[in-house]
Each structure stands twice: as C-alpha cells, then as structure tokens.
C-alpha cells in the first residue's frame, strides 16, 4: 500500500480531503475511502455496516458526479444504505443529519473556495465534521484496504432525496417574513448556494435580486471565494445599482458568507461576526440580564470585536486560526456564536451549531428588518462604529522557506520577549496560541506560519494609520534579521 500512500496521502488535510482532480483526487480514492471510513465507522460507533445509512451530497464541480458515483460504489459494497441529496450545499448534507431519522453520517464532495479544478470530500461522526485526529484515522483505514480494482456497488441501497424543501420550510418556520421590506442582491457564483438561497430569500418576504445563480463547475463569472474581495466587485455594483439594503454571497460549497453594505463595501468576517454578536448578546440579555453569552473567534480577527464583545456583556475567546479548532474551543466552551475572517459563522443560539451560509444570510436579513422596522433609515454600517477607532492592514504574506519557519518564529519570539520597545509602544499582551499576537493598547502585530505556503502571514492594527504602519515596519524589518541569520546557520 505504500506507492498509493505516496501518491494520495497529502490530499487528507486537518479538516477535509482536498487536491486537483486527477492528480490527487480521483474516482479510485473515494472508492477504497467510502469502504475505509465504513470500517472506521463500525470501529468507532459499533454500528455494522448494513444498519448504517448514509446520506452524500456534491457540490457543482464538473468532476462531482463521478466522484460521488464511486463513492457510492464503494459504500455499498460495504452493505450501507446511502441516501443520495444530489447538488446541495454543505450544510444541507450536515442538516440532512437532523432532518432525516437514524443518519450515521454525512459525506459531501466538495472543494469548497478551491477553483475548478479542485475536489474533495467532508465527512461527518456524531453529527460534526471529523477532526484532523479523525481524518487520519480514515486516512490509514483507507491505504490498509487500497485496491485498483473498481468495486461492484448494490444500486438497490441507493435512494435519491430532495432536502431543499425540507430545509426551506424549516427556515420558514424560523424566521417567517422577517424578509418584507429588505431587498438582497444574491451571488451564487454558479455554485450550490443557487439551488436555495434565491427562493428561501423570496419566501422569506425578500425582494431578490439573483447574479450568478445557476450551478456552473467551471465558475465562469468569477472564483467562488468570498473571502477575495476581488470576487464582489459585481456584487458590489448591483447593490449599488439596484439600492439593496445587503448584497449576499457564497462560496463554492455555501458554508462562508460574504457580505456588501448598501454603500457597496465588503464586510471582513470579524465585522461580520460583531454584527451577529451584538445582535444575540442584546437578545439574551433581554430574556435573561444574568447570562454572559460566549462567542469564539480567531487570532486573526480585530482587537476591536473581542474587546467590544466583552464591552456590551459578552465573553470573548481567542483560538488558533481554523474551523476545526473553533468547533473544538465551541463545544469546550459552550459557546452560542462563533465565526472566523474567512466568512465561516457558527451559529449555537437557535441552530445546529456548523457553518451555514444561507442560514447566517438569514440572520443578517433579519437584522436588517427588525432594525428598519424602528428606523427607515437603518445601514448595517451602523452597528460597525467601534472599528471606526482603529486602521487595519490587509494580510502581509511574508516568503520565509517552510524549513526556516520554525527557527525564524523561535528567534523573532525571543527578540520580542527581550525588546519590550521594539514596536516603539507599550506591549500589553503577548498571545501565542497560533504563531505569535503582540498586543498594545488599541491594536497589534500577528505573525502566523501558512500550513501550505513558503510564507508567515502578517496582519496589523493600531489606533492610527501611522501606528499600524510602524508595527507593520518594525515586524517586518526584525524577521528580515531573522531570516538572513538563520540562512548564514544553514549555509
């Protein structure tokens, strides 16, 4: 089995499986990985295989439905029933879990943000997403069965299911016609948000304005990743055009949202997440002034939603970059709200608990609606004053080899910790869960490795553009030090 580990083995990421199809990602892996996470499935819930059923799903990629057919081969030559949910969003497979009776799993292919020639699988156990500690468990299940052979599936275990419509009228229920009155410009960006997110908006009460709605896997408008501002620019200009109170959009596989202000600007995710939070925070504290909601986010977001959070009667937690280290700090914490930069929103309070992006569009139309309803002239930009305090870089990759990382980030820490004056202002924290968070009164400088790039992402803020811009020079002037020292170690 070691030739295929070699060829497949770094497609099993910390949250997910991923690679370009053909190379790393082909129909004879997920066939010899559906029979591998059966196995891990009986081992780690005891169920056997022909009690289990399991629901699959794919997003709009080109590549999809060969994928999920070899997927299926392979589960049912386990014996397991599958229930087949055809083009849906992520989060509708990990809703399937609740919706539908005795699901012992979810399985999605997907390569969510990834362009179009990408794919990839998620997978569920006990109604979450396997960690990076389960995936490789899957992972060596797999390369101890690996075969070439196709296998021969059981067609009879196999039912085909529509969940849209299950989901809508549950979204219904939730939030009736909060919509009436908010008109939505939507991007779909020929992905899966376009199979739900127009006509729950529409029965929602929403006047809807649709671009990009129907599913493409060649993305041809533009790369379905919102988190790329580049990707809004249509976006931004409808809601401009059409005067829409919020412009909506999704990823490939629909579980981050992208959000645009009537004034046509992009909302970062901790923008996002604070609009959210001041939201439920106000609600609990309605019901109940004793409760101190907790809501988690990560080293990459502004000092300014942690500090307002824990300002207005919440409890903020910082936690390392990563949807899979926010569910784990979610359930350890009990935490009802979390959410990242990258438009991952993890709603507690009155839902699941995963990243769902049609439903966080839900929460932020009703917002918008329950605002208006007191003032015609309410701007979610309202809601955003704090951040006005402080100036904010854009995410500096800085190009450091992936064998110097480690060495160089050692050596900046020790700088750091031996030179309180070196960003030239007080040093009030030093937080180092993910890379290194230097903070000051009003603002910080983060260095953080990338996991798959020769590069230390860096991102600045300071109370001032000139304060920023002086974290940012002083940063990076000590790891250029850094670097050329620990070159002269290797040479």
Same mark, same amino acid.
């Given at each position: 089995?070691?030739?295929?580990?070699?060829?497949?083995?770094?497609?099993?990421?910390?949250?997910?499986?991923?690679?370009?199809?053909?190379?790393?990602?082909?129909?004879?892996?997920?066939?010899?990985?559906?029979?591998?996470?059966?196995?891990?499935?009986?081992?780690?819930?005891?169920?056997?295989?022909?009690?289990?059923?399991?629901?699959?799903?794919?997003?709009?990629?080109?590549?999809?439905?060969?994928?999920?057919?070899?997927?299926?081969?392979?589960?049912?030559?386990?014996?397991?029933?599958?229930?087949?949910?055809?083009?849906?969003?992520?989060?509708?497979?990990?809703?399937?879990?609740?919706?539908?009776?005795?699901?012992?799993?979810?399985?999605?292919?997907?390569?969510?943000?990834?362009?179009?020639?990408?794919?990839?699988?998620?997978?569920?156990?006990?109604?979450?997403?396997?960690? +990076?500690?389960?995936?490789?468990?899957?992972?060596?299940?797999?390369?101890?069965?690996?075969?070439?052979?196709?296998?021969?599936?059981?067609?009879?275990?196999?039912?085909?299911?529509?969940?849209?419509?299950?989901?809508?009228?549950?979204?219904?229920?939730?939030?009736?016609?909060?919509?009436?009155?908010?008109?939505?410009?939507?991007?779909?960006?020929?992905?899966?948000?376009?199979?739900?997110?127009?006509?729950?908006?529409?029965?929602?009460?929403?006047?809807?304005?649709?671009?990009?709605?129907?599913?493409?896997?060649?993305?041809?408008?533009?790369?379905?990743?919102?988190? #790329?501002?580049?990707?809004?620019?249509?976006?931004?200009?409808?809601?401009?055009?059409?005067?829409?109170?919020?412009?909506?959009?999704?990823?490939?596989?629909?579980?981050?949202?992208?959000?645009?202000?009537?004034?046509?600007?992009?909302?970062?995710?901790?923008?996002?997440?604070?609009?959210?939070?001041?939201?439920?925070?106000?609600?609990?504290?309605?019901?109940?002034?004793?409760?101190?909601?907790?809501?988690?986010?990560?080293?990459?977001?502004?000092?300014?939603?942690?500090?307002?959070?824990?300002?207005?009667?919440?409890?903020?937690?910082?936690?390392?970059?990563?949807?899979?280290?926010?569910?784990?700090?979610?359930?350890?914490?009990?935490?009802?709200?979390?959410? +990242?930069?990258?438009?991952?929103?993890?709603?507690?309070?009155?839902?699941?608990?995963?990243?769902?992006? #049609?439903?966080?569009?839900?929460?932020?139309?009703?917002?918008?609606?329950?605002?208006?309803?007191? $003032?015609?002239?309410?701007?979610?930009?309202?809601?955003?004053?704090?951040?006005?305090?402080?100036?904010?870089?854009?995410?500096?990759?800085?190009?450091?080899? $992936? $064998?110097?990382?480690?060495?160089?980030?050692?050596?900046?820490?020790?700088?750091?910790?031996?030179?309180?004056?070196?960003?030239?202002?007080?040093?009030?924290?030093?937080?180092?869960?993910?890379?290194?968070?230097?903070?000051?009164?009003?603002?910080?400088?983060?260095?953080?490795?990338?996991?798959?790039?020769?590069?230390?992402?860096?991102?600045?803020?300071?109370?001032?553009?000139?304060?920023?811009?002086?974290?940012?020079?002083?940063?990076?002037?000590?790891?250029?030090?850094?670097?050329?020292?620990?070159?002269?170690?290797?040479?």
């Amino acid at each position: 089995m070691q030739k295929y580990e070699e060829i497949y083995s770094h497609a099993f990421g910390k949250n997910d499986i991923r690679g370009i199809y053909e190379d790393d990602i082909t129909e004879i892996l997920f066939q010899n990985t559906a029979i591998g996470f059966v196995n891990w499935l009986e081992r780690k819930s005891g169920i056997r295989p022909e009690n289990m059923r399991i629901t699959v799903a794919m997003d709009a990629r080109l590549h999809s439905p060969a994928l999920k057919n070899s997927l299926i081969n392979g589960l049912t030559s386990c014996g397991v029933s599958v229930i087949d949910l055809g083009l849906v969003p992520s989060p509708l497979g990990y809703y399937s879990e609740f919706a539908l009776e005795n699901i012992s799993s979810a399985m999605i292919i997907t390569a969510s943000h990834n362009p179009s020639e990408y794919n990839g699988l998620k997978m569920t156990f006990n109604k979450m997403t396997l960690d +990076e500690k389960q995936i490789a468990e899957v992972k060596d299940e797999t390369f101890k069965i690996f075969c070439e052979t196709p296998v021969e599936g059981n067609s009879v275990l196999v039912s085909h299911y529509d969940i849209v419509p299950d989901y809508i009228k549950d979204m219904v229920s939730r939030f009736g016609r909060i919509g009436e009155g908010v008109k939505v410009v939507t991007d779909c960006a020929n992905a899966t948000g376009g199979v739900v997110a127009p006509q729950l908006y529409r029965q929602l009460g929403c006047d809807v304005v649709e671009l990009y709605t129907e599913p493409d896997g060649r993305f041809p408008n533009h790369h379905p990743n919102p988190s #790329v501002e580049a990707t809004l620019n249509d976006l931004k200009a409808k809601v401009l055009e059409v005067g829409a109170d919020i412009g909506i959009a999704f990823d490939g596989d629909s579980d981050r949202i992208g959000v645009v202000t009537p004034e046509g600007k992009a909302l970062t995710g901790d923008k996002l997440l604070l609009i959210y939070a001041q939201d439920m925070i106000k609600k609990i504290k309605c019901e109940n002034g004793s409760i101190v909601p907790c809501i988690v986010s990560e080293v990459k977001c502004s000092q300014v939603l942690f500090d307002t959070i824990n300002k207005i009667g919440g409890r903020s937690i910082m936690c390392k970059t990563g949807h899979g280290y926010i569910k784990s700090e979610m359930k350890a914490s009990g935490a009802l709200l979390a959410g +990242e930069m990258s438009g991952h929103t993890f709603f507690k309070d009155s839902y699941y608990g995963y990243d769902d992006a #049609v439903y966080a569009g839900c929460r932020i139309i009703e917002i918008i609606a329950e605002n208006k309803k007191l $003032n015609p002239d309410f701007k979610i930009q309202s809601m955003l004053t704090p951040f006005d305090e402080v100036c904010t870089s854009d995410e500096v990759r800085y190009p450091c080899p $992936n $064998n110097l990382k480690k060495a160089v980030l050692a050596e900046f820490k020790e700088i750091v910790a031996n030179n309180p004056n070196l960003f030239g202002d007080e040093i009030k924290d030093i937080v180092t869960l993910d890379g290194m968070r230097v903070v000051f009164d009003g603002g910080f400088a983060l260095i953080r490795q990338s996991n798959t790039e020769p590069v230390f992402t860096l991102r600045f803020e300071g109370k001032t553009p000139e304060l920023c811009a002086q974290y940012q020079n002083s940063m990076i002037s000590t790891l250029d030090g850094c670097v050329e020292r620990q070159k002269a170690l290797l040479a």
